[in-house]
T-cell receptor
Framework: GIQVEQSPPDLILQEGANSTLRCNFSDSVNNLQWFHQNPWGQLINLFYIPSGTKQNGRLSATTVATERYSLLYISSSQTTDSGVYFCAVHTGGFKTIFGAGTRLFVKA | GAVVSQHPSRVICKSGTSVKIECRSLDFQATTMFWYRQFPKQSLMLMATSNEGSKATYEQGVEKDKFLINHASLTLSTLTVTSAHPEDSSFYIC???????????FGQGTRLTVV
């Protein structure tokens, strides 16, 4: 089946710093999403981005489907950005396959 | 976006008992819902696909007799963990989409602890 790899696995930032999270996938996908899992386990939808670039406040994402990767940019990080960021791809049908995640900790 | 609600958010049960978890699509109809399991500090693993009006499709290695799924209506899917054991303790989360290949929305998750 399709493989979804995220990097880095862990990231520690000082508040105010910028970061880039990467998601590589091994086969063509129908769609791609980025999620933030908060400390209570809730998955927050960040971006639904099969291709192109989107921005939402301090966050933006770019997916280059032809090269099978997506990037999530976090600018001016805040302590509330801490948590796990997941990339998930949609294969044929409804299935959503998750990467292993990037665990982010933002220090005050 | 669409809203998916999951209940309960936390449950503690005794070994050998069964636990039912509900997943509801509040503002849309979902012919298909998905159930995931997440162990501490790990990713989400798809357990099964719940199909309204028909049998669920289970991923390889998931015991269908242990994890019973019922999708009796277009807005409700249930996951019953039967004869629960401590190794079934985990975070269970459901998802649904408005239609094929569109954005997936997730419930709040259920943290199950079997003692």
């Amino acid at each position: 089946g399709i493989q979804v790899e995220q990097s880095p696995p862990d990231l520690i930032l000082q508040e105010g710093a910028n970061s880039t999270l990467r998601c590589n996938f091994s086969d063509s996908v129908n769609n791609l999403q980025w999620f933030h899992q908060n400390p209570w386990g809730q998955l927050i939808n960040l971006f639904y981005i099969p291709s192109g670039t989107k921005q939402n406040g301090r966050l933006s994402a770019t997916t280059v489907a032809t090269e099978r990767y997506s990037l999530l940019y976090i600018s001016s990080s805040q302590t509330t950005d801490s948590g796990v960021y997941f990339c998930a791809v949609h294969t044929g049908g409804f299935k959503t396959i998750f990467g292993a995640g990037t665990r982010l900790f933002v220090k005050a | 976006g669409a809203v998916v609600s999951q209940h309960p958010s936390r449950v503690i049960c005794k070994s050998g008992t069964s636990v039912k978890i509900e997943c509801r699509s509040l503002d849309f109809q979902a012919t298909t819902m998905f159930w995931y399991r997440q162990f501490p500090k790990q990713s989400l693993m798809l357990m099964a696909t719940s199909n309204e009006g028909s049998k669920a499709t289970y991923e390889q290695g998931v015991e269908k007799d242990k994890f019973l799924i019922n999708h009796a209506s277009l807005t409700l899917s249930t996951l019953t963990v039967t004869s629960a054991h401590p190794e079934d303790s985990s975070f269970y989360i459901c998802s649904a989409s408005l239609s094929l290949n569109t954005e997936a929305f997730f419930g709040q998750g259920t943290r199950l602890t079997v003692v």
